[in-house]
């Protein structure tokens, strides 16, 4: 909203008095309640975003699972249908293992179904949220909206049992990612202990659009697997290793696979500063950090926490001409 330049030198003098109004007589702020409900919902952009993502990737997984089991029984079937080694009892047999295969992926769609729907009624629910803010329930949508920015902070810090507490408690588990971050958690564990099956796991069932995002997350992933080869003195396994994982990103990253491949001479206890750095514990912080970032770039979100965002940008009105009474009431709205 725009202030009112302040006239200079005796022009207020020779200006007209003007009438005051009931609204500035009370005091208006440079925030009214209806400026700031449009202001916080510019901000909502990821409230929207992670459950449709996650929504969608539910429904990728449902439709892989499908077309790979219905053309594996096709070809099952078909298989029957033109052997003639098949005695009747032996393709009766077949046929039936292939019927329990379909009721076995019946269940699957079922249980998918399922699933969708309580994401779809997510994604209602935030809907109906925002619609339900207005000026005369502000003061509890933001209340809501701070238990929402504090649930998100648990998350992000590992905090999972008491954000889902917090979210129990208030009612508000369709208006969290929860379910989101769980499975952000045992990727995250996994790579603390040192294992890379569960993050290339991850990796394969989002390979479309990390390949979309030119992500070098998998390939990371690989190069550290190649290095507890090396550590482990498997130098074969390490070598077959690298020509069926490594060797298709050469074209792309070729001067981090060769540094990657001299570790095969200089050996995991090397003091070469190149070399023993790639053998260093904290390796598995970086792909732990790396991972975090592609996994908050896919679903959308913010790399820092909400909570720190707005903490930034109310310390940042401190520096405004806006007087102090203005501040206070931004950090009243958020409820801090």
Request: glycine share 2%; hydrophobic share 35%; proline share 4%.
């Amino acid at each position: 909203m725009e202030m009112d330049s302040l006239p200079n030198g005796n022009s207020a003098a020779a200006s007209p008095p003007q009438n005051t109004t009931p609204a500035a007589a009370g005091g208006t702020t440079p925030f009214p309640k209806l400026t700031q409900l449009t202001e916080a919902l510019k901000l909502e952009h990821q409230f929207l975003r992670v459950p449709f993502e996650h929504y969608k990737k539910t429904i990728r997984t449902n439709h892989r699972a499908v077309e790979k089991e219905i053309t594996s029984v096709i070809s099952n079937v078909a298989d029957v249908s033109d052997s003639e080694n098949f005695s009747k009892d032996d393709a009766v047999n077949h046929l039936t293992s292939l019927v329990s295969r379909l009721q076995g992926l019946k269940r699957k769609l079922e249980e998918g179904s399922r699933t969708e729907h309580l994401q779809a009624q997510k994604c209602r629910a935030r809907l109906n949220h925002l619609e339900s803010a207005d000026a005369e329930n502000l003061a509890e949508w933001n209340n809501t909206r701070v238990k929402r920015i504090l649930v998100d902070y648990m998350l992000r810090m590992s905090y999972y049992e008491t954000a889902e507490k917090l979210a129990e408690s208030s009612n508000i588990q369709d208006l969290v990612d929860i379910e989101v971050f769980q499975e952000a958690k045992k990727v995250i564990d996994a790579l603390q202990n040192k294992e890379v099956a569960p993050a290339l796991a991850w990796c394969s069932d989002n390979k479309s659009r990390l390949k979309k995002s030119k992500s070098k997350f998998e390939f990371q992933l690989r190069l550290q697997e190649f290095i507890e080869l090396v550590r482990g003195e498997n130098n074969l396994r390490a070598i077959t290793y690298a020509r069926k994982y490594l060797a298709p990103w050469g074209a792309t990253h070729m001067k981090e696979l060769q540094r990657v491949m001299a570790t095969l001479a200089f050996k995991s206890n090397t003091e070469c500063t190149t070399y023993k750095a790639l053998f260093e514990p904290k390796q598995w912080d970086f792909l732990v950090d790396q991972f975090k970032q592609e996994f908050c770039k896919l679903y959308g979100m913010t790399l820092e926490p909400l909570l720190n965002i707005y903490l930034q940008a109310g310390l940042s009105a401190l520096n405004t001409p806006y007087p102090y009474s203005v501040i206070c009431e931004y950090f009243c709205w958020l409820h801090l």
